[in-house]
């Protein structure tokens, strides 16, 4: 699933293609669970004729803000993409929404297992949007202190503290086995348990990890491409993530994968022990 620095880049590719474009229709629309808000004849209705005046990203969510106060948010969940085509381009079977722009281009949201998501926001559902997220870890409010207090009396396990989404927003399953690798922090330890220096090793992780994936333009495992259609190198510098049984970048112990909370886990049993 595309994490922070994915969604990122997914946003900045398309918003710096349709910056001041207007929409003049949506084309397609053959996957209506796709739309979270409002009503699909609704979502249709109001899109058409709306500017894009500008474009951000809040947690996984790319936000295009359009005229007259909405923003439409997409998210790409697990094989999602968005991509910009000429006027002559058809959208194939996995193409479920497809906006056409006054200019001619076409967006397509290209979904082959159909979890992306769509929502045409007024300023109230984009701030219930912003409410259901926690803290942006590359913002500047993101300190070693804040991050602390985020873990402070949590006796659940620090690896799916990092994927809770309402806790600290970005981080997917990719992001946090290499931010804990980075701290030398096992998966299981409670978040609570953390000492001032293993939270500030974290902090620094974190950080360290997403700023790497940006100037890397993203991983692609499988399906993840920016809205150029292109592929991110990010996966080829990996630490512990999907290199069980290859050796630790800074020991040489062999990295190992267990699941915890249902999710693929790889760390370091030499760099990342339970005290
Ligand atoms: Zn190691």
């Known amino acids: 699933m595309p994490e922070l620095p994915e969604v990122q880049h997914a946003a900045d590719s398309l918003g710096m293609q349709i910056v001041g474009a207007r929409i003049a229709c949506v084309e397609r629309l053959d996957w209506p669970r796709m739309v979270e808000t409002p009503a699909p004849d609704e979502f249709i209705a109001l899109l058409a004729g709306r500017q894009v005046r500008g474009w951000g990203r809040r947690a996984k969510w790319i936000l295009l ?20 085509h000429p006027a002559n381009a058809e959208p194939d079977r996995h ?8 200019d001619g281009r076409r967006i397509f949201f290209h979904d082959t297992r159909k979890f992306g998501r769509a929502r045409l926001l007024d300023a109230t559902g984009l701030a219930a949007l912003d409410a259901a997220h926690g803290a942006e870890p590359l913002s500047e409010t993101f300190t070693v202190e804040h991050l ?14 990092l994927l809770d989404q309402s806790v600290i927003a970005g981080i997917g399953n990719i992001y946090a086995d290499e931010a804990l690798w980075h701290a030398r922090i096992h998966p299981l330890r409670p978040a609570a348990d953390l000492s001032a220096s293993e939270v500030a090793a974290l902090h620094d992780g974190i950080r360290a990890v997403l700023r790497q994936a940006l100037a890397n333009g993203g991983s692609t495992l499988r399906d993840y491409r920016n809205s150029y259609g292109a592929r991110g190198t990010n996966q080829d510098h990996f630490n512990a993530y999907d290199r069980a049984g290859r050796p630790c970048p800074r020991c040489g112990a062999t990295i190992v994968k267990t699941v915890v909370a249902q999710r693929g886990t790889h760390y370091c049993p030499i760099c990342q022990t339970i005290p």
């Not at 193409?95 to 006054?102: I, S, V």
């Open 148 to 161: 602390a207090e985020l873990l402070q009396n949590r006796k659940r396990a620090i690896k799916p503290l």
């Open 95 to 102: 193409t479920h929404l497809a906006l056409r722009l006054e």
């Open 65 to 84: 803000d359009l005229d007259d106060g909405w923003t439409l948010a997409l998210h790409l969940r697990m094989s999602g993409s968005l991509t910009v």
